[in-house]
């Protein structure tokens, strides 16, 4: 059942192209970009390394890491091949400094009684002593990764139990691997307790389900899943490696911390809290340990600027409360930390290091954040501030301000839309055309396909790959099947890539390259049996109404009860102008049906559209009108897979 579940949730679309092409090398104009690049970084005073290097204790001897099948889901050597020196032309040489420092791996000392696992996924894992066993905080993205994490842990300090795990934030690199280092029985006989803050729950309900088949495919392209690692290939994510293929698991939180300053003894040892909600993530916090005298800054500091609106897709962040949470901080925090670590990347030693990195980086948010509005109630639009926008030197030179993940460019793109949306108030971007049409009007006015593809050579030829992507992108979406177009714009988009310091930039560039190469393949899937079963019951049927289908359900009208006997539940449910509106703990008066059973029952019928009639059989109990129900599920979309984003 499981399995089966697991299976339709899966995004498993395939194709092939009917032509393949390689990678190309770099351009000359690539290579004069990487050189002039390459003169302007600001000195390396090698801290970061030191940084990086300090408090080794070993990683594993076997680099890949296996789940229960035996299938790799994680490659701890993926990056071996960067053995230091001169970057490759086809690599941003920011970007292969910021890498070479990232790809690092093994346990890790950060004081007498804290340690952090680092490059076993694309998050690390923190681990503190507590007096009978271990508590960690943010046990990566999947369980196998999380539990070679923690084999280590107890490899090389001594094998303890796990007696409670913080999530820092509501996003599943940081929850996903619970279930490799606790289980759920320990939870329930509170024998480990799960910390998180206050509506972690509902926030990754609504961040991972609602938009789950959407991100999860652009989430593909952003973390260049689907791409090797490699000179030509993946550089990273900007503040970890990628993301592993590895199970996604939850077990809700037992315990909600509300308050800034909040004081927790656990397992012995004292923690205290910083909420910083809205920042990174809708629910976020950060901890501190004051007997180690360590700030753990879960993701709102790390090595590189972030994101206010990841291109993966999420509700936009503010980066207003971003910068305010930052110096709450330096204030808090900042003197009385000796050391400061994140979720991602490498942590900093010294307290002029603590309070250097949080105030350069409130500093970075604020300066975008303020300008960004400065120049939008200028009337300048989107796309005219990310041009122009750029961090000072005094911020843009401190390497940990980089856009190796987030960028001025898109982030300005995304303050403008938390204030103003995507509009920019130019009467013709209102209602133009959709792509396909406008595309082929396009190419027509232009002159046609030969004219379009003769512009574009002479675009890439003059290294202006911006112009190049635009023209060969309307060709492609006004003719599919263009073979010269398609490849042509691969190429295009490669270098791009290969220009990019944005890890995340070069693995969308490269991505878009290859589905134009070789077609579409399944990559991330953001979801899980294991995530939806903590997901609550209301958001789950919130979801099932958004894959209603208006030309199936027409005007009926249904009156359905749901309930849910393993959760002691109830739904009303009400079906009317092509609407699905559910109600929790209420019920219909004089329903057209009444569906009992276990929840797992319920996700059979709506979301895998396994037969009624057959379910009856497995312990469904339908009362009244079966087709009531039937027609509901007919109506209902199919869990949606994956779909074009380079063409159309
Ligand atoms: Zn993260």
């Known amino acids: 059942m499981h399995k089966i579940l697991l299976a339709a949730l899966l995004s498993s679309a395939s194709a092939t192209s009917a032509f393949a092409q390689d990678a190309k090398p770099a351009s000359d104009a690539t290579i004069a970009a990487q050189r002039s690049v390459g003169t302007q970084l600001p000195a390396d005073d090698g801290r970061d390394l030191d940084f990086a290097d300090r408090g080794f204790i070993g990683t594993l001897s076997d680099p890949v890491i296996t789940n229960k099948d035996g299938k790799p889901v994680w490659n701890l050597g993926a990056y071996d091949w960067m053995t230091g020196g001169q970057s490759p032309d086809t690599v941003n040489p920011s970007l292969w400094r910021h890498m070479g420092l990232l790809r690092k791996h093994g346990l890790y000392a950060l004081t007498d009684n804290v340690w952090q696992v680092r490059g076993f996924d694309v998050s690390n894992m923190t681990v503190i002593k507590g007096q009978t066993g271990w508590i960690i905080i943010d046990p990566l993205t999947s369980r196998d990764t999380a539990a070679a994490a923690l084999k280590l842990v107890n490899e090389k300090l001594g094998t303890r139990p796990v007696t409670a795990v913080i999530y820092s934030h509501s996003h599943g690199d940081h929850f996903g691997g619970v279930r490799g280092i606790i289980n759920e029985a320990d939870v329930k006989a509170g024998k480990v307790s799960v910390i998180a803050p206050e509506h972690f729950l509902a926030e990754t309900a609504s961040e991972n389900v609602m938009a789950g088949p959407a991100m999860s495919r652009r989430a593909t392209f952003q973390f260049g899943s689907n791409l090797t690692p490699g000179p030509q290939g993946q550089m990273g994510s900007g503040i970890g490696n990628g993301i592993g293929g590895g199970d996604i698991t939850l077990i ?176 013709a971007n209102l209602n133009p055309h959709s792509p396909e049409v406008r595309a082929a009007k396009m190419v027509a006015a232009m002159g046609g396909a030969k004219k379009v593809l003769a512009e574009a050579r002479k675009a890439m030829k003059a290294g202006d790959y911006r112009w190049s992507s635009d023209l060969l992108n309307q060709l492609v979406f006004a003719e599919p099947k263009n073979v010269e177009g398609r490849a042509l714009l691969a190429d295009s988009y490669e270098q791009q890539g290969y220009q990019s310091e944005s890890a995340i930039w070069r693995n969308m560039f490269l991505t878009g390259a290859r589905e134009l190469r070789a077609g579409m393949k399944a990559g991330i899937n953001a979801q899980s049996i294991d995530m939806i079963s903590a997901i609550p019951t209301g958001l789950l049927l919130d979801s099932v109404s958004t894959r209603l289908d208006p030309n199936v359900i027409g005007n009926a009208a249904l009156a359905l009860n749901f309930v849910i006997s393993d959760r002691k539940e109830t739904a009303k449910v009400t079906v009317g102008n092509s609407v699905m509106f559910s109600e929790m703990g209420q019920v219909h008066a004089a329903p057209k049906v009444t569906v009992t059973g276990p929840r797992q029952l319920f996700l059979a019928l709506l979301f895998l559209k396994m037969p009624a009639a057959q379910l009856q059989a497995a312990g469904l109990k339908i009362e009244g009108d079966r087709a009531a129900i039937e027609k509901l599920q007919a109506a209902l979309d199919p869990m949606p897979g994956a779909f074009n984003i380079v063409e159309p």
């Open 252 to 427: 809700p939180p037992t315990i909600d911390i509300r308050k800034t300053g909040e004081l927790r003894e656990v397992d012995g040892v004292m923690l205290e809290f910083q909420m910083v909600p809205h920042t990174e993530a809708p629910a976020e916090m950060n901890v501190y340990l004051p007997a180690a005298r360590t700030f753990l800054s879960a993701e709102i500091a790390t090595c590189s600027l972030h994101n206010i609106l990841t291109p993966r897709g999420a509700k936009v962040r503010d980066a207003l409360s971003w910068s305010v949470f930052l110096n709450e901080a330096v204030n808090l925090y900042g003197g009385r930390s000796d050391v400061i670590a994140s979720s991602h990347c490498w942590p900093r030693f010294g307290q002029s290091e603590v309070k250097g990195w949080l105030a350069g980086q409130r500093d970075n948010y604020r300066y975008l954040h303020d300008q960004t509005v400065r120049m939008m109630n200028k009337g300048m639009t989107q796309a005219e501030i990310a041009e122009v926008l750029k961090a000072p030197p005094t911020i843009g030179d401190q390497w940990f301000n980089k856009g190796y993940y987030g960028t001025y460019s898109h982030n300005s793109k995304a303050i403008y839309q938390y204030y103003l949306g995507w509009y920019d108030a130019v009467p």
